[in-house]
């Protein structure tokens, strides 16, 4: 059987699943914001936007796992992911600064520092760094379980039932449009418009609406991390029978061909993100060593940063060498520029990991 507690080799099926992931980012990413696209466009993007709710999924599954076995280290962690969040806002700020100025796009200057909040805590420099600041509160919020004593009552009921008063709170969220909201940086648009007021009060409810729409968010992923941490849960996860695999895949394809005809659900996401996750432990079983989709997988948090400014120099290119090549885009062009920004954002990525003082800045590594 192979089961987490027991056995210390890599599970080279999440390293697989990592790397289809950061592929799925950036075809989501891919059009750029593209609304007049085929439905099998639609259909590629709804079958790859499992990325995020698999990289969510898994920091948060791994991070419970290891504070099952000793304290969690939040300062280091929090060390790891805030200089290069910081590093990467910077370097999108020049980079658009610059843009502008190239294209003669003065007026667009302004933009850049007109929500100093969406910069510093929501990752506005980029529209794909917001990850980065859920992602640090959603590992406070397992900080703060495990100082406050919460982790002892990690019951398989009481996890259960919190798992689904919190997917329900965050669903209605979604659904009455007061969620995270990525584009605004605002969290529970409708209460805000109420009670928003300009000045140093309404910086600091933006703050703790923001910090509730994040703990809405993550809560759900949390929780699911811990009911897979109970060990008889986590030995029976570790070994799945065949069918059981199958079934997961099913429903996995089955959950993104509904996104297509119907709008996501937080639900959706939340069991695409674990069932990829489970499918990746389970093919660990089956594959050995690879060191191509281990790179990748090493090199996917680097990907991450820096993969939209390739995107987008993909289509400065590539308007130059075709001119007119976007005006109606295709589903291959869409795939294309995917795969030479995949491509590229990984070289990049592995040439920068080699210089040890550029790497700690940049990818916290």
Known sequence: MLNVMTVKQRLWGIDLVRGI???????????????????????????????????????FYLTVSKSKKQKLNF?????????????????????????????????????????????????????????????????????????????KLWTFSNVTVALFVCLLAYELSRFSNNAFDIEAATAFNNLSQIFLEPGIRSVLLRLALVSLGFALWCLPYILMAILLNINYINKLMYDLKTVTIIGLLVVFLGLSFSDTLYRPTATSELFRGYIALILGINASKYLKKNNLIANLSACSFGIYFIHLIFVELSYIVGDRLVPNMFNSPSTALFIAIALISLGFSWLATNILLGYKAYSKWLFGV
Request: net charge positive; glycine share 6%; with cysteine.
């Open 75 to 151: 300062q280091l962690r929090l060390k790891r992911l805030l200089i290069p969040y910081f590093v990467w806002t910077l370097i999108y700020l020049v980079y658009k600064f610059s843009k502008y100025i190239v294209n003669g796009e003065f007026s667009r200057l302004n933009e850049l520092w007109q929500d100093p909040f969406k910069i510093i805590f929501c990752g506005g420099a980029a529209f794909h760094l917001y990850f980065l600041p859920l992602l640090i509160f959603g590992i406070l919020i397992i900080k703060i379980m495990e100082v406050t004593g919460i982790k």
């Open 21 to 59: 992931a950061i592929f799925g980012v950036i075809i989501l990413h891919s059009d750029l914001g593209e609304t007049d696209v085929s439905w099998t466009w639609l259909f590629i993007r709804d079958l790859f936007a499992f990325a995020v709710p698999f990289f969510l999924a898994t920091s």
